[in-house]
């Protein structure tokens, strides 16, 4: 069936630096794919969503690209803050439903 | 629009005991999903409905559990007989909908369940 394997935490940053979180996909057909974000407290937040191969969704700085030949979606950003400090979920659509990945919690020091 | 909303936000309750909970979707949304969140890991598909249709359940989805959307608008969910591994949060999420098509989901605040 379809799967979501994102990379494992904690990840421990200093503000400032670059920040990659690893996403893989295995999926049948033409998924959508998604990073989802939770801050602490809070509700389930999508942060970029792209549809098709070679799209690149991009909000609030964080950037992912749909590479369908290498099965990824990985998430970027140039510069983190101490805000962004929150659990990261990979996705991918499946029919009707989402597929989550296990998360990635996500922690900023200033 | 306030988005979707769940209820109650907390729950707390004794082995055995039978739960339910409430989630009312955006007003224009037809479909209307479940998912289950344990502790440390992403949240898992439960069962969706298209209006007062449900049109799929998961195999996570216990006998114990049953879920309603009498006249397409709110949903309940229902654990009977609960079990301390029932402790979860439990996400409500809505969408526009059509067979097929893949349509945005917008997630309420959850119902975090704990089973003593």
């Known amino acids: 069936g379809d799967s979501v394997t994102q990379m494992e935490g904690p990840v421990t940053l200093s503000e400032e630096a670059f920040l990659t979180i690893n996403c893989t996909y295995t999926?049948?057909?033409?998924?959508?794919l998604f990073w989802y974000v939770q801050y602490p407290g809070e509700g389930l937040q999508l942060l970029l969503k792209?549809?098709?191969?070679?799209d690149k969704g991009s909000n609030k700085g964080f950037e992912a690209t749909y590479r369908k030949e290498t099965t990824s979606f990985h998430l970027e950003k140039g510069s983190v803050q101490v805000s962004d400090s929150a659990v990261y979920f990979c996705a991918l659509s499946s029919a009707s439903k989402i597929i989550f990945g296990s998360g990635t919690r996500l922690s900023i020091r200033p | 629009d306030t988005g979707v909303s769940q209820n109650p936000r907390h729950k707390i309750t004794k082995r055995g005991q039978n739960v339910t909970f409430r989630c009312d979707p955006i007003?224009?949304?037809?479909?209307l999903y479940w998912y289950r969140q344990t502790l440390g890991q992403g949240p898992e598909f439960l069962t969706y409905?298209?209006?007062?249709?449900?049109?799929?359940k998961s195999r996570l989805l216990s006998d114990r559990f049953s879920a309603e959307r009498p006249k397409g608008s709110f949903s309940t969910l229902e654990i009977q007989r609960t079990e301390q591994g029932d402790s979860a949060m439990y996400l409500c999420?809505?969408?526009?909908?059509?067979?097929?098509?893949?349509?945005?989901?917008?997630f309420g605040p959850g119902t975090r369940l704990t089973v003593t």
């Open positions: 999926a049948t057909g033409y998924p959508s």
């Open positions: 792209a549809t098709k191969a070679d």
């Open positions: 409905f298209q209006n007062e249709a449900q049109l799929e």
């Open positions: 999420a809505s969408s526009l909908g059509q067979a097929f098509s893949y349509y945005e989901q917008y």
């Open positions: 007003s224009e949304h037809n479909r």
